[in-house]
């Protein structure tokens, strides 16, 4: 089971449920109290079938109307496993900020591809490339690349990764990729 509560800020009229790893129950409590009931999961250790030994939740909702920029608010959840205490995930802080404006919007210089895939990367880029790194859902770098414009990803586990790439004059872009 995991449990969340959520900011009052948020309007739960707006609440969508994603996706998840396994089949999971939602009950609301007390307005904000979210609980999400997984019958039956049995993950694996992660010593024995690491990627399986990971479940997951994907929801989104929107703030209430009243939220100005400047407003911020946290969210934490505790993850439930037989009867052993709560693990505490990270906490989550969300900022109201302006809005980005059509005038400050700049076009991505990079393009990735193909996606998903199960072999090598082409990287485009309209400025010559410094360097490539990849990372992994859990945000480590799992692959670096320094100026070329492709890169194998044959030998990494089956997921989303994120390519980072950096050019000659600094910038730098993250491309999502799916590895198949």
Same mark, same amino acid.
Request: glycine share 6%.
């Given at each position: 089971m995991v449990a969340n +509560?959520?900011?009052?800020? /948020?309007?739960w009229s707006t609440l969508q449920l994603e996706s998840t790893s396994h089949s999971t129950r939602v009950a609301i409590e007390n307005g904000n109290k979210m609980e999400f009931i997984f019958e039956n999961i049995h993950l694996p250790d992660s010593t024995t079938d690491e990627p399986g030994s990971h479940g997951f939740i994907a929801y989104k909702i929107k703030p209430k109307s009243n939220v100005v920029v400047g407003d911020v608010f946290s969210n934490t959840a505790n993850i439930f496993f037989d009867f052993n205490e709560a693990i505490v995930t990270n906490t989550a802080t969300t900022e109201i900020v302006n809005a980005l404006g059509v005038e400050d919007y700049k076009l991505s210089n990079?393009?990735?591809? @193909?996606? @998903?895939? *199960? &072999? %090598?990367? %082409?990287?485009? *880029?309209?400025?010559?490339?410094?360097?490539? +790194?990849?990372?992994?859902? /859990? &945000?480590?770098v799992v692959m670096e690349n320094t100026k070329q414009d492709t890169i194998d990803i044959s030998n990494l586990d089956t997921g989303l990764y994120f390519i980072k790439i950096k050019d000659i004059n600094g910038d730098s872009g993250i491309e999502k990729v799916l590895k198949k």
């Open positions: +509560e959520l900011d009052a800020k /948020l309007d990079y393009s990735v591809y @193909p996606n @998903p895939t *199960s &072999g %090598v990367l %082409v990287i485009n *880029s309209k400025i010559a490339i410094a360097q490539i +790194e990849v990372y992994n859902y /859990l &945000g480590q």
